[in-house]
């Protein structure tokens, strides 16, 4: 194999309860994840030396050296498996950074599995999870797509299935969001919580079961019921949105648009909105543009499955 191309899907939480801060800096977390049909793409060629290119519409604040989060998942690879890392990736991003779609570990992920089949080093899925566990804590999620609970820091998964699918909008902030600075600024406004005042949905940390019903069953109305107001499932949202107080237009404008349900994605800025159909998601997309709300808006479907190998080209060698 002389270079290998894997796509790989963007993620949304559909519920995010944020636990206590645990003494190695993450929070305890259960969510409920989802992999949508925006796709980055990584392709893994054998070379000399390691190299990073980034292009693509959201190539921007991506940085194209070793710094880059695939070039550690390459590095890491390397180093478990004995090999020596020369791998150029060159990597096209259509998801937006710092964004809070895990756009970062999805290129970990892409790393990952197109290094391990260029490398034939074939691991088993689970130990390339647990080698990207230790780069981000969305990558063992972005490697298997689809739904799944997360539990631990996000990366203790529980598959679920979901026979059908549905259709989301997603409108992309102006700027990114630093995932710990969101998290910080959750346990800020928690100390700040009034004594007496009842904890947020995050200190009960777990999955509600209206949602894993609603996805079971593909009702999109009763999955917009499970879903709730804004802000309600997810522990983040008021902390991206007391630092990005202007997307609270933004999901009043997808709401306005015929949005069923509406959401900050993790740590945001990006917003979600359910649609009923695929003709509903486009007059979403359409109000939003108007509403000049947002940066750009998305119609996609989802779940989709997680990183998976486009194509794979043989010659000039056996790879090793
Ligand atoms: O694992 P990842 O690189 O995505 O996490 C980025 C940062 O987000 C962590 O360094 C931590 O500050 C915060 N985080 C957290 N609890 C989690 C996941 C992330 O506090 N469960």
């Known amino acids: 194999m002389t270079a290998v191309t894997v796509r790989v899907p963007a993620k949304i939480n559909l519920q995010l ?38 292009e693509g519409a959201e190539s921007a604040g991506v940085p194209p050296d070793r710094s880059n989060l695939a070039m550690l998942a390459a590095d890491r690879l390397a180093a478990h498996t004995g090999r020596a890392p020369g791998v150029h990736l060159r990597i096209r991003k ?27 080093t074939r691991l088993p899925p689970d130990e390339l999870g647990a080698i990207g566990a230790q780069l981000g804590s969305d990558v063992p999620f972005t490697l298997i797509g689809g739904v799944a609970v997360g539990e631990g820091r996000g990366e ?37 919580r009034a004594p007496g005042q009842p904890p947020d949905s995050g200190q009960r940390t777990c999955v509600d079961p209206a949602i894993l019903r609603a996805l079971r069953s593909g009702d999109v109305q009763a999955l917009a019921t499970s879903l709730g107001e804004p802000g309600s499932r997810n522990d983040l949202s008021a902390a991206a949105l007391s630092l990005r107080p202007e997307l609270r237009r933004t999901l009043a404008a997808g709401i306005e648009a ?24 486009e007059q979403i997309v359409n109000g939003l543009r108007v509403s000049e709300t947002c940066r750009a808006a998305r119609a996609v479907v989802g779940p989709v499955t997680g990183a998976t190998v486009a194509a794979a080209e043989e010659g000039g060698g056996n790879g090793r």
């Open 156 to 192: 203790k998964l529980t598959p679920l299935t979901v026979e059908d699918s549905f259709h989301w909008v997603l409108a992309f902030g102006t700027g990114g969001l630093s995932t710990p600075a969101v998290y910080r600024q959750c346990d800020r406004l928690r100390a700040a």
């Open 94 to 120: 259509n998801i937006p950074a710092a964004a809070g779609l895990a756009g970062g570990s999805a290129d970990a992920a892409a790393a990952l599995l197109a290094c391990d089949r260029l490398w034939d």
């Open 17 to 54: 309860a944020v636990g206590a801060l645990r003494a190695d800096g993450y929070h305890e977390l259960v969510s409920v994840f989802m992999s949508v049909g925006l796709f980055d793409e990584l392709t893994a060629e054998l070379a000399d030396s390691p190299a990073v290119t980034v």
């Open 258 to 281: 015929g949005g069923l349900a509406a959401f900050v994605s993790g740590s945001g800025p990006t917003c979600v909105f359910l649609a009923e159909d695929a003709e509903r998601a």
